[in-house]
């Protein structure tokens, strides 16, 4: 197990039985759950390898180990948990101050540096309910009906359990 502090999670990969026989599966705890995470290859099954984190390339590391426990199984391989950035995001109001019955606009901006299509939503954080025209798209708009202040949230996920998040307010005088 090691430690992925860019982010901010412990990496286990592998394990075995007493009974014996080893797994290669690789499993991520946040610090309040377990998820397993599905990387696109895997090294064999293995045990009594070194596992660590190269901070200065944000990569999982993995060496060597044994397929059966012993030295006629030594392995001397190196693999590299494929590493999730999580999307970028930012988002705007416009105009952030509007007058009851004109229209609001919100528009995000995302993207992901591994490639990843981010899915995104809208979401209403306070403020009266209002029905957002197409809340799972970059452009939203709502139509003002009361003087008073509406928030929001944009968010941005990647599938593979990056998530951003970007909140605004706009105002109706």
């Known amino acids: 197990m090691a430690y992925d502090s ?23 705890w946040s610090g309040a759950a377990w998820s397993q995470p599905r990387p696109s290859s895997s090294p064999p099954a293995r045990g009594d390898h070194t596992f660590t984190y ?8 993995l060496f060597g180990g044994t397929t059966n426990g012993n030295a006629n199984g030594a392995l001397n391989d190196t693999w590299e948990l494929p590493s999730n950035r999580p999307p970028a995001l930012s988002a705007t109001f416009s105009p952030s101050t509007v007058y009851t019955g004109q229209t609001a606009t919100l528009a995000a901006a995302f993207s992901d540096p591994d490639g990843d299509t981010p899915s995104f939503r809208w979401q209403q954080t306070f403020g009266p309910r209002v029905s957002l025209n197409n809340p799972a798209s970059a452009l939203s708009t709502f139509s003002t009906t009361l003087a008073t202040s509406y928030g929001f949230e944009a968010v941005a996920a990647d599938g593979h359990d990056g998530f951003a998040y970007s909140h605004g307010t706009v105002n109706v005088l």
């Open 6 to 28: 860019s982010r901010k999670r412990s990496v286990l990969f592998g394990g075995g039985l007493v009974s014996g026989g080893f797994f290669n599966d690789t499993w991520e």
């Open 54 to 61: 190269d901070s200065m390339r944000q990569r999982m590391v």
